[in-house]
Structure formats: C-alpha cells, structure tokens
C-alpha cells in the first residue's frame, strides 16, 4: 500500500539515517577485518585429497587440485545439472580414472593405488553417455601397447541390443539361488506389468506368475513355441511338469484347463507373442541359460556399460524394461558381493529412470540405504531431480547421499542456500547471500559445480577437462565406435544369426514336432466348440 | 424547523455515534506509528519465532515499482510504496513491524 502522510513523513524523517545504515552493514561485509572467517572447507578437502588413492574430481578455482578420498567418492551420491552443464563429462572423467587405475596406469597425473581394483556400472537410459564411454574406451584401445590392449578390452561388459549383437539375459534362472524361485518370478512379472502399455487382469498375471516360477524350477527361456504347446498340450504339460519340485506349481498347472478359463490363457499368449516380437529381446531372453554360458563365458568385467536407450529398435517401454530388469538383477546380487573392493553404479538421467520405472523407486531408495556396507555407492545423475520424482523419494535419495555435485541447476540450487550464511565468498544479509548462491548455481558456466560432503561446507569447483575422444587419439567418431564394436563388444554380446540358432536348437530339443504329428495329440486338445467336438468324433470315426 | 436543519441535526448524530471509531482507529494508527517509529530508531527487529536479529536498513528493491536504494525495507522512496512484514533471514518467518 502507498504510504499515508504520516507514514511518509516518519520515513522521510529516518530516511537519511536507514540509508546510512544499511551502507555501513555492507561496507562491515567488505571490511577484511570484520569479515567472517575465512572458509577452510577448501583447506580442508585438499589435506583430505592428499591421502594415498583419493580420485580427482576437479580443481578449485584457485587452481588447486580437488580429490576426495576413495572412502567419500565411492559413496552414494547426486551429481545435477542442466543438459550441457558438464556432468556427462564429470562422469566420463571419473570412468577414465578407474578404467586407468584397474590397468595400473596414472589417470589425471594421479597415479594407481597398489593392486587397485574396483566394479563401476553405468546405466544409461538415453544412450549419449553410453556411446561416448564407448568412444573414450576405443581411444584408450587405440593408444596402449598390443599387450595391454586385450586386458583393457577384458575388463569391460557391454549391455546392449542392436540389430547385429544382443547381450543375452537369463531372465528366469536362478541358478546362483540368491533369492527364491517366486521372488524371482515375482519381480520379472512385476516389472514387465509395469512397463508394459497393454493391460494384465489379475488373472493372466496370476498365469504369468506361475508360469515364471516354472521356467525358473525348469531354467528354462521364456518362448513362444514352447508356452502355445505347453498351455494347448495337455500331455505335453504333464510332461513337462514331471520332476518340477515345486508341488503347487505341478498342481497349478495340472489342473490347469479346470481352473484357468481359455480366454485367460489366450490372452496371456498374446502378451507373451508381443513381448517376444521384437527380435532384439527375443534373441536376448531366450535363450536358454547353458547357451549363454558357452557363447558368452563368466568373466571378471570390471567396467559394465549398459544402453537401455529406446533409439529406433525398441520401444521407450521395452528399453525401460531391459534397465530395470538389470538393476533388480543388481540389487539382488549386490548384497552378496566381497565388500573389499567398492563398486559404483551409477545412474544416467536417474530422474527419468524412477519416474517411469515407478517399481524401481523403493529398492533403489532401500538400496542407497542398505548397500553403504557392501561397499556400493548408487550415483544418480539428473537433469531435473527436484520436479521429476516425488518430495518423498527425493529427500530419501538425498538423506542417503554422502555427497551432492550441482552443476548448472534450477530448483536444486535451493539444496545449498542454507549454507550462504556460512559461505565467505557472498556479502549482505542473509537473505542476500541466499539468492545470490541461487543465482550463481542457476548461472554456473559449463563445467563448474558446487560439490557438498556432507558435514563440510559447499566449495565451488571446475571439474576434470575430458578431451574429445576423437580429437585425442586423431580418429574419426564413427572409427572409435567401430573399434569399439569390433575389438569389445563381441566378448560380452552374441551375434543375433547365434542366437536364434541357439534358440532353434532348443526348441528342437524341449519342445520337439508339432502336437499335430503325433498320434496322441489329439486327445490331449481340448475342443474349442461343437464343431471341434463333432471334427474329433468324425476324425475318430474315420477308418 | 426547517428541512435544513433536520439534515444538520441527521449529520451531528451520525458523526457522534461514529466518533467513538474514529477514536479507536486514530488510537490504532498512532500505536503503529509509535511502533514504527521505535523500530526505525533501532535499526533492527527481532525475530519473534527464532529471535533473529534482522537488520531493517539494507539494499532493498521495492516490490512494487522495482527501486533499488540502500535504506528502510519498509519504505520505497520513489513510489512511497510501504511494508508492513517482512520474513526473517534465519527462519523465513513472516515479521510484522507495525
């Protein structure tokens, strides 16, 4: 409201005074001799970055060197930032240091620990990052001697489904037992319900279940061929199902036609022929699991790329589907590894992944809760992780981080506004020093980051230059991708003509000829109507 | 009497029933104004929820007509825009001055 001549005259009367005032303070914010202290969170970093195997990060704007020591880099973390702001880059320089360190080599001028070894798994959903890992590894390919070129490209895996190569997955084994056969089941069928676009009653997914756990009892790939025979061919059935263990499951389907209605099973069937329709996941999943383990034998991969981008094979949903499957299998397996040596998954566009793999929202949150003490650090990278996921979720993830990266970034910026008052480098008031952090993180330039340990003060930072890849080694992208395809990506993936051999070859072998050749085939069918009923009396009829 | 003077003595009325407001509202506008003038005297106003020192001198930016000055976060001096609240730099707490 404007002010009254009263109001205006008593403001006029301690304008003079209020302006005097309020320059003072600001001039007391200059004055070095009033000035807080100064802020010895940098200080603090660099003696902690001189301790043996901590991993460069970045420099300080000083120009001093950041490291954190393994102890906190590994850790669970959050890196944001706008598309292009950096933290691509940021990642990429991190993979290049542990890529050099499990060779033995100095990465960034800091040389390898003794007998260094760590795990690292990216999970990329957009397939930017991934590509450039790829690249960044080809141009390290290139430039080692002969010797040390086949130990690099032995310490990757690469996850991927193109045309030409697929990375086969036992969807349903559960050989290694690290959970129970319906645990197992239940998280497949999950997850495919949940990112599928068409709708599972109640029923079929009851069907679906039960049927997960049989393929998990037998080791058996999910397939078309062998899943129409297996719920049309009641013999065939019976067959199958001798020696299951599981006794509900061999009653389950036993008496199968008695409780489960036709339309349920057609209806399953057709869910089963979409999923398996595209020739990438066909070739991946079904194969059966002794086929995988003679083309692709177990090896110790230490660094595993994953592409789960839809690009123009697969729709967003079956990709989303492959990550998930992947990161269930993880967090399965990943309370059962040796804590001795870290492993860092790290999550590319992590806000897109939970937003649209909803089901994947709460073991990740347990998981970024539990996993600290087997030595696994979940580092989730986004764009807009404030707005994308849910309040909830967000402080979860945030509460179990040990340390936050914020590049160029909007919302998140308000993470460290707390903090503005302990922070040297702003003046003014509170509330001044507070929008001016904002600002400055919603205007950092490329590269640049506010990196925050918990139980320190944020310090600002520039992080590790990663050069081009092409530009390092003198190749053309399009050479270092096909290097890459060539020398690496054949040890850890199947080439699509083998797998569909290997999955005829199986078929052949379970399911054997059709119900149609046999002669107690049809007895074992059930008529569909009158007319099916009358066909059979006159077939049985006939000479 | 005249019609005139049925109107004067209709006003006089009026005004002396309304006059006991009056006097409440005038008592209340002088109580803000001696709070006002008090907390432009100290310079500052605790915050009543943390106890916050806040400052009331400071580069302010009217909110209405965007001036920027050094002075009274409560006053633009360009539009003569005024505020009674303002929240605490420590707590975020809404403060009322006067």
């Known amino acids: ?543 | 009497m005249t019609r005139a003077w049925f109107r004067q003595l209709g006003v006089a009325i009026l005004y002396a029933l309304a006059s006991p407001v009056f006097a409440v509202l005038a008592w209340k506008r002088a109580r803000n104004l001696t709070r006002l003038h008090a907390a432009l005297r100290a310079g500052w106003v605790d915050c009543p929820t943390c106890h916050h020192r806040n400052s009331l001198n400071v580069l302010a930016r009217c909110r209405r007509c965007g001036f920027s000055e050094y002075g009274s976060r409560l006053w633009c001096s360009a539009c003569h825009q005024t505020t009674q609240t303002f929240d605490c730099a420590r707590c975020r707490a809404s403060i009322r001055v006067w």
């Open chain 1, 1 to 543: 409201m404007a002010g009254s001549f009263f109001e205006d005259a008593l403001f006029g009367l301690h304008r003079r005074r209020s302006s005097a005032e309020a320059l003072r303070l600001v001039q007391r914010a200059h004055d070095p001799e009033e000035a807080p202290a100064p802020d010895t969170t940098q200080a603090d970093l660099v003696r902690l970055g001189m301790t043996p195997g901590a991993v460069p990060l970045g420099t300080f704007l000083d120009g001093q060197p950041l490291r954190l020591p393994a102890a906190i880099a590994n850790q669970s973390a959050i890196t944001v930032g706008a598309s292009g702001s950096g933290k691509t880059r940021f990642y990429l320089a991190r993979i290049e240091t542990e890529l050099n360190w499990n060779l033995g080599r100095a990465a960034f001028g800091v040389a390898a620990p003794p007998g260094y070894r760590s795990d690292i798994e990216l999970l990329d959903p957009k397939t930017e990052t991934f590509d450039e890992v790829k690249k960044l590894v080809a141009a390290l390919w290139v430039g080692l001697p002969p010797a040390d070129r086949d130990r690099l490209a032995g310490l990757l895996r690469v996850l991927d489904w193109t045309a030409e190569r697929v990375t086969p997955f036992a969807l349903f084994d559960n050989a290694d037992g690290l959970t129970s056969d319906a645990f197992l089941s239940h998280q497949r069928v999950d997850i495919e319900v949940a990112s599928s676009s068409q709708t599972y009653t109640d029923s079929v997914r009851a069907l679906y279940f039960t049927f997960g756990r049989f393929l998990t009892l037998k080791r058996f790939p999910p397939n078309l061929a062998f899943a129409r025979r297996f719920f049309r061919d009641r013999a065939f059935r019976l067959r199958q199902l001798d020696g299951v263990p599981s006794r509900d499951v061999a009653a389950y389907f036993t008496t199968l036609d008695e409780t489960v209605p036709r339309q349920t099973i057609e209806a399953f069937l057709r869910r089963l022929e979409h999923a398996l329709a595209f020739p990438e996941i066909r070739c991946s999943i079904g194969m059966p699991p002794e086929a995988i383990d003679r083309l692709v034998p177990p090896r110790d991969a230490r660094l595993t790329i994953g592409n789960f981008g839809p690009g123009n094979r697969l729709p967003l949903g079956k990709a989303l589907e492959r990550a998930s499957h992947r990161l269930i299998d993880l967090l399965r397996t990943l309370p059962r590894r040796d804590p001795s040596t870290p492993f860092l998954l790290i999550l590319e566009e992590a806000a897109v992944l939970l937003s649209q793999a909803g089901e994947l929202a709460e073991p990740l949150a347990n998981a970024s809760r539990t996993l600290r003490a087997f030595n696994v650090g979940v580092q989730l990278a986004a764009q807009d992780f404030a707005n994308a996921l849910p309040k909830a979720l967000v402080r979860t993830l945030l509460l179990n981080a040990r340390w936050v990266a914020l590049f160029q970034s909007r919302e998140e910026a308000e993470w460290l506004a707390p903090f503005a008052e302990e922070m040297p480098a702003h003046l003014g008031t509170a509330t001044q020093r507070r929008t001016a952090l904002v600002k400055e993180i919603q205007n950092l330039p490329q590269r640049h980051a506010y990196l925050h340990v918990k139980g320190s003060r944020p310090v600002r930072f520039q992080s590790l230059p990663v050069p081009n890849a092409a530009a390092r080694c003198g190749m053309a992208e399009a050479e270092l991708l096909a290097v890459f395809d060539r020398e690496i990506t054949p040890r850890s993936t199947v080439a699509i003509q083998d797998a569909e051999d290997a999955i005829a070859a199986w078929e052949a072998g379970v399911i054997g000829p059709e119900p149609g050749s046999t002669s107690g085939s049809k007895t074992a069918t059930r008529p569909r109507g009158i007319s099916d009923l009358l066909a059979s009396y006159e077939d049985e009829d006939a000479p």
